[in-house]
T-cell receptor, first 117, second 112 residues
Framework: GAGVSQSPSNKVTEKGKDVELRCDPISGHTALYWYRQSLGQGLEFLIYFQGNSAPDKSGLPSDRFSAERTGGSVSTLTIQRTQQEDSAVYLC???????????????FGPGTRLLVL | QKEVEQNSGPLSVPEGAIASLNCTYSDRVSQSFFWYRQYSGKSPELIMS????GDKEDGRFTAQLNKASQYVSLLIRDSQPSDSATYLCAVNKRGGNNRLAFGKGNQVVVIP
């Protein structure tokens, strides 16, 4: 009965380095979301995966951000050439098969706290 | 105009009182509305969902939805110190991806 897991829990990196953040969704959940939460701010949508459909990348803030989801399960969010403004908590969520009207619950992981020095 | 707005500042309520949180949204055709609770340093957890106009009660929590006014609220009755957290309003976006648009959140502090 594991929930959404994310790794690492904390990441400190130097400006200009690349980072990879990992998300393991709840088993059987077909939808996976990445959000970013900056200090004192709400959650900002980044990218969405649903089954085998093409991902919705409309929330990615720049081309330095990319994500993939392998085998419909684990997802990796990659930030290239990190900048200080990338410092935030990166949250992953998953939900079961889509329900009409968007009623499915999104379950959040514990997040990865990224600090770019 | 922001997709989801929660304008109130931190809310302090005495233990046992009612905490009232408000949220407005801009997309008139939104269909699903959620309240998440987020403790400091933790991830959001769903506490209420509402889809139809009117009230929905679950324990000490009541969600209220008024689609005509594009307004959703959360009432916490008999507030407890354990209710001290940030409450995030989330609205399902229309379209194919069902992504949620979140407000910035309201911090609630319950004073013993």
């Amino acid at each position: 009965g594991a929930g959404v897991s994310q790794s690492p829990s904390n990441k400190v990196t130097e400006k200009g380095k690349d980072v990879e953040l990992r998300c393991d969704p709840i088993s059987g959940h077909t939808a996976l979301y990445w959000y970013r939460q900056s200090l004192g701010q709400g959650l900002e949508f980044l990218i969405y995966f649903q089954g085998n459909s093409a991902p919705d990348k409309s929330g990615l803030p720049s081309d330095r951000f990319s994500a993939e989801r392998t085998g419909g399960s684990v997802s990796t969010l990659t930030i290239q050439r990190t900048q200080q403004e990338d410092s935030a908590v990166y949250l992953c969520a998953s939900s079961p098969m889509m329900i009409a009207g968007g009623r499915e619950t999104q379950y959040f992981g514990p997040g990865t706290r990224l600090l770019v020095l | 105009q922001k997709e989801v707005e929660q304008n109130s500042g931190p809310l302090s309520v005495p233990e046992g009182a009612i905490a009232s949180l408000n949220c407005t949204y801009s997309d008139r055709v939104s269909q699903s509305f959620f309240w998440y609770r987020q403790y400091s340093g933790k991830s959001p957890e769903l506490i209420m969902s509402i889809y139809s106009n009117g009230d929905k009660e679950d324990g000490r929590f009541t969600a209220q939805l008024n689609k005509a006014s594009q307004y959703v609220s959360l009432l916490i009755r008999d507030s407890q110190p354990s209710d001290s957290a940030t409450y995030l309003c989330a609205v399902n976006k229309r379209g194919g991806n069902n992504r949620l648009a979140f407000g910035k959140g309201n911090q609630v502090v319950v004073i013993p």
